[in-house]
């Protein structure tokens, strides 16, 4: 008989080594309800409500820079002196004035043109750019007396899509267009104190700037087991990712997919690189499009047509509404769901919604609902009879609107699924996004497009997409590249901003550390 | 045990075997008073002033419920008192604004209609036939400083103006609550916009 002493390497006693567990940081999260839009809503009202309630809340820190500016300046002899409407400007007498900017531009989607032309187009046509090289774009200030062009090489200088509001300076000229000297913005607005609305984690009494109002699930959330959180807190990290686009059909990245998972699981990498790096991850933000849309129905009318041995077209009559439903995949979502739920036990996720995926197609996206992830939606907070926004806690999923207000560890945090600055980027020459991020900022509105070429809800009593207060931390998801920016404002404001890249381009995710807000870059590769 | 939630109704609308029993009526538990067109839930308004006061001397003689439904029953009232709180936090601020219009007099009326008229070049034409009140309306509607007047009612967009910071002028208002409910709450230019022709 063989004792199992003999036998070595085939079965082993538990070792003896003491193995400590690597605890995950706190996340203090408080999420704000501004996009939340009523269930009851009602789509009766026209958008030019949409307008006057932007250019009527922006309107007053325009003109107290403006005037703070340009009264007392004289240009040729003559002093500059405000006018209330656009249509009063006089020839020959320079004066300044605010509105909303329209840009006209012949590349843009009109459905004037479609319905003269008699073309019927159940979607709209999704052109790359709507900015036209040969300047025949027009820029036109408007405001409720009516629309005046301007005209001026100082408009070349700075970026102007349809929406922002702005005062210029200048006078008129022969064409009745006014001829622009100098064009000023509302810029930053005022930007709260790190924890306005949530209290530090106080151990080391005193910590942090608590004018906050203490909410009771607040000080449940907080653990009270790391010895000093302030002086510690150092490596805290909020990972932001977009882009994941879980996808039935496409597996080039799915182990990169995988290989994230095991990154913020804290299951990759070895025990020393847990406890210094992973265990400092608190929370998990995904910013949009996490489902692809790659369906199916091009796979089957390729593998149809090659079967017939002809090269047919796609037969119309499976599709309805512009897609196959028989070909519906709920793959993806499931995918999605799997990878939520094995990561929520010990991280809290913020999901946003994209372009992509299953939210309603409008800005500002509502969440996602719960039922598209049946495992996962036990994380989720219980639903609530007071509908959204009410004083109940976020869960530790919490599916968010697109865009996205929160307080994270204090910082004002603000996201987007990235359709706002894809839109402005339509309108402007630049490649670069975060200029155009840095003038969302200084417009004061995050969504200026909307109306416009971005579809959006009809607002009626306040625009969400108005920046009345300057965030600590502004990112965009789903772009095309890492890259982050700091901006000043006028009153010491200090945003971070960053674009988060697509991860199914580029397999990369994005760190920002909760003490001084820095951002780094992890890459996953496989080779 | 924590307090289980009950369905709604709770003690009230009890089927089955708790249809004999009288229910509490809680409608005296609230010490506030609630301006009666305000209160609109379904909880509070079947009981009317009379049941309550039918109520009083039952709920004298009643048993002593098990406790776990009188503090379902205690919970739901202070829902309710949170809610009317709310709404009592709504009402007065509506009626500070009400209070000012209702006290302006038609004489205050007039003398304003004449100011604006005032400021006007030529006197209005096509116009005999139409109330002073809806004069006034139709001047409020076309003033674009309030933003359009189409696709919202005259009310909300006054108290939109409002809440802006615009200074809607209170006479309007006085004249909006002079009306016999409900009113002309549409703007007249968008009675005339999405005007539907009924055919013969």
């Given at each position: 008989m063989v004792t199992l002493e003999e036998v070595a390497g085939l079965l082993k006693k538990p070792s003896d080594i003491e193995k400590t567990q690597v605890s995950r940081a706190p996340s203090s999260y408080k999420p704000l309800d501004s996009f939340f839009l009523k269930k009851d809503r009602s789509y009766k009202q026209q958008f030019a409500d949409t307008y006057f309630l932007r250019l009527v809340t922006i309107k007053p820190a325009v003109e107290k820079i403006a005037a703070e500016t340009w009264s007392g300046t004289v240009i040729g002899g003559e002093t500059a002196k405000k006018v209330d409407r656009v249509l009063d400007i006089r020839q020959g007498e320079l004066c300044w004035?605010?509105?909303?900017?329209?840009?006209?531009?012949?590349?843009?989607?009109?459905?004037?043109?479609?319905?003269?032309?008699d073309r019927w187009i159940s979607a709209p046509i999704t052109t790359d750019r709507y900015y036209s090289e040969d300047g025949q774009d027009q820029v036109l200030l408007e405001d409720d007396s009516g629309r005046?062009?301007?005209?001026?090489?100082?408009?070349?200088?700075?970026?102007?899509?349809?929406?922002?509001?702005?005062a210029v300076m200048?006078?008129?000229?022969?064409?009745?267009?006014?001829?622009?000297?100098?064009?000023?913005?509302?810029?930053?607005?005022?930007?709260?104190?790190r924890w306005t609305l949530t209290k530090?984690?106080?151990?080391?009494g005193g910590g942090g700037h608590a004018k906050g109002k203490t909410q009771a699930w607040d000080e449940d959330e907080e653990m009270m087991d790391s010895p000093s959180p302030l002086k510690g807190n150092k490596g805290n990290k909020i990972a932001?990712?977009?882009?994941?686009?879980?996808?039935?059909?496409?597996?080039?990245?799915?182990l990169e997919l995988d290989l994230l998972h095991e990154y913020l699981l804290g299951e990759a990498l070895d025990q020393n690189t847990q406890r210094e790096e992973l265990a400092k991850i608190s929370r998990l933000i995904i910013a949009g499009n996490s489902i692809s849309t790659t369906s199916a129905t091009d796979n089957r009318t390729q593998v149809g047509g090659q079967s017939n041995g002809q090269q047919k077209p796609p037969a119309p009559s499976t599709k309805k509404y512009g897609y196959d439903s028989s070909s519906y995949n709920p793959l993806p979502s499931q995918l999605l769901d799997e990878f939520l739920s094995e990561l929520l036990p010990c991280m809290p996720v913020t999901l946003l919604p994209g372009a992509q995926d299953p939210a309603n197609a409008s800005y500002p996206?509502?969440?996602?609902?719960?039922?598209?992830?049946?495992?996962?939606?036990?994380?989720?907070a219980p639903p609530s009879l007071a509908g959204p926004g009410s004083k109940a806690e976020a869960g530790w999923l919490d599916n968010s609107t697109n865009p996205w207000e929160a307080e994270v560890d204090g910082w004002r945090f603000l996201g987007t699924g990235g359709q706002n600055v894809d839109d402005v980027f339509k309108y402007v020459e630049s490649e670069d996004r975060l200029g155009m991020m840095e003038a969302m900022c200084r417009w004061r509105c995050i969504a200026p497009t909307a109306p416009d070429t971005l579809w959006s809800y009809p607002f009626q009593d306040n625009d969400p997409f108005v920046m009345k207060t300057t965030p600590h931390v502004y990112f965009i998801g789903c772009q095309p590249e890492f890259s982050t920016k700091v901006i000043h404002g006028p009153e010491g404001q200090v945003v971070r901003l960053v674009t988060v890249p697509s991860f199914a381009e580029t397999k990369e995710l994005v760190l920002i550390d909760t003490e001084t807000l820095e951002v780094s870059r992890v890459k996953i590769a496989t080779s | 045990m924590p307090t289980t939630r009950r369905a709604t109704g709770g003690a009230r609308a009890q089927h089955g075997p708790g249809k004999g029993q009288s229910t509490l009526s809680f409608s005296n538990r609230v010490s506030k008073s609630v301006s009666r067109q305000d209160a609109k839930k379904p909880v509070v308004s079947p009981i009317t002033e009379k049941d309550a006061e039918e109520d009083v001397p039952e709920v004298t003689k009643v048993e002593v419920e098990p406790e776990e439904t009188l503090e379902v029953e205690q919970k739901e009232t202070k829902e309710e008192t949170e809610e009317e709180a709310v709404e009592e936090e709504q009402v007065p601020t509506k009626s500070e604004?009400?209070?000012?219009?209702?006290?302006?007099?038609?004489?205050?009326?007039?003398?304003?209609?004449?100011?604006?008229?005032?400021?006007?070049?030529?006197?209005q034409v096509h116009v005999e036939d139409v109330s002073l009140g809806e004069k006034i309306l139709r001047h409020f509607d076309v003033s674009l400083h309030y933003g359009p007047c189409v696709g919202i009612q005259r009310q909300k967009r006054w108290e939109r103006a409002e809440k802006l910071g615009l200074n809607p002028p209170i006479e309007v208002l006085a004249v909006l609550l002079k009306q016999e409910s409900p009113g002309k709450q549409q703007a007249h230019m968008d009675e005339l916009l999405n005007s539907t022709a009924v055919g013969a």
């Amino acid at each position: 008989m063989v004792t199992l002493e003999e036998v070595a390497g085939l079965l082993k006693k538990p070792s003896d080594i003491e193995k400590t567990q690597v605890s995950r940081a706190p996340s203090s999260y408080k999420p704000l309800d501004s996009f939340f839009l009523k269930k009851d809503r009602s789509y009766k009202q026209q958008f030019a409500d949409t307008y006057f309630l932007r250019l009527v809340t922006i309107k007053p820190a325009v003109e107290k820079i403006a005037a703070e500016t340009w009264s007392g300046t004289v240009i040729g002899g003559e002093t500059a002196k405000k006018v209330d409407r656009v249509l009063d400007i006089r020839q020959g007498e320079l004066c300044w004035v605010s509105g909303t900017v329209y840009m006209d531009m012949p590349l843009k989607p009109n459905i004037l043109e479609d319905v003269s032309k008699d073309r019927w187009i159940s979607a709209p046509i999704t052109t790359d750019r709507y900015y036209s090289e040969d300047g025949q774009d027009q820029v036109l200030l408007e405001d409720d007396s009516g629309r005046v062009r301007l005209v001026g090489n100082v408009l070349k200088s700075v970026h102007l899509v349809t929406g922002c509001i702005i005062a210029v300076m200048g006078t008129e000229n022969i064409n009745g267009e006014i001829e622009v000297i100098d064009i000023k913005f509302p810029d930053l607005a005022p930007q709260p104190q790190r924890w306005t609305l949530t209290k530090p984690p106080t151990i080391s009494g005193g910590g942090g700037h608590a004018k906050g109002k203490t909410q009771a699930w607040d000080e449940d959330e907080e653990m009270m087991d790391s010895p000093s959180p302030l002086k510690g807190n150092k490596g805290n990290k909020i990972a932001i990712v977009s882009g994941l686009c879980f996808s039935g059909t496409d597996p080039s990245y799915a182990l990169e997919l995988d290989l994230l998972h095991e990154y913020l699981l804290g299951e990759a990498l070895d025990q020393n690189t847990q406890r210094e790096e992973l265990a400092k991850i608190s929370r998990l933000i995904i910013a949009g499009n996490s489902i692809s849309t790659t369906s199916a129905t091009d796979n089957r009318t390729q593998v149809g047509g090659q079967s017939n041995g002809q090269q047919k077209p796609p037969a119309p009559s499976t599709k309805k509404y512009g897609y196959d439903s028989s070909s519906y995949n709920p793959l993806p979502s499931q995918l999605l769901d799997e990878f939520l739920s094995e990561l929520l036990p010990c991280m809290p996720v913020t999901l946003l919604p994209g372009a992509q995926d299953p939210a309603n197609a409008s800005y500002p996206q509502q969440p996602i609902h719960v039922a598209m992830f049946p495992r996962s939606r036990s994380w989720c907070a219980p639903p609530s009879l007071a509908g959204p926004g009410s004083k109940a806690e976020a869960g530790w999923l919490d599916n968010s609107t697109n865009p996205w207000e929160a307080e994270v560890d204090g910082w004002r945090f603000l996201g987007t699924g990235g359709q706002n600055v894809d839109d402005v980027f339509k309108y402007v020459e630049s490649e670069d996004r975060l200029g155009m991020m840095e003038a969302m900022c200084r417009w004061r509105c995050i969504a200026p497009t909307a109306p416009d070429t971005l579809w959006s809800y009809p607002f009626q009593d306040n625009d969400p997409f108005v920046m009345k207060t300057t965030p600590h931390v502004y990112f965009i998801g789903c772009q095309p590249e890492f890259s982050t920016k700091v901006i000043h404002g006028p009153e010491g404001q200090v945003v971070r901003l960053v674009t988060v890249p697509s991860f199914a381009e580029t397999k990369e995710l994005v760190l920002i550390d909760t003490e001084t807000l820095e951002v780094s870059r992890v890459k996953i590769a496989t080779s | 045990m924590p307090t289980t939630r009950r369905a709604t109704g709770g003690a009230r609308a009890q089927h089955g075997p708790g249809k004999g029993q009288s229910t509490l009526s809680f409608s005296n538990r609230v010490s506030k008073s609630v301006s009666r067109q305000d209160a609109k839930k379904p909880v509070v308004s079947p009981i009317t002033e009379k049941d309550a006061e039918e109520d009083v001397p039952e709920v004298t003689k009643v048993e002593v419920e098990p406790e776990e439904t009188l503090e379902v029953e205690q919970k739901e009232t202070k829902e309710e008192t949170e809610e009317e709180a709310v709404e009592e936090e709504q009402v007065p601020t509506k009626s500070e604004a009400e209070l000012r219009a209702e006290k302006i007099s038609d004489a205050q009326i007039a003398k304003y209609w004449k100011n604006v008229q005032a400021q006007s070049i030529a006197p209005q034409v096509h116009v005999e036939d139409v109330s002073l009140g809806e004069k006034i309306l139709r001047h409020f509607d076309v003033s674009l400083h309030y933003g359009p007047c189409v696709g919202i009612q005259r009310q909300k967009r006054w108290e939109r103006a409002e809440k802006l910071g615009l200074n809607p002028p209170i006479e309007v208002l006085a004249v909006l609550l002079k009306q016999e409910s409900p009113g002309k709450q549409q703007a007249h230019m968008d009675e005339l916009l999405n005007s539907t022709a009924v055919g013969a």
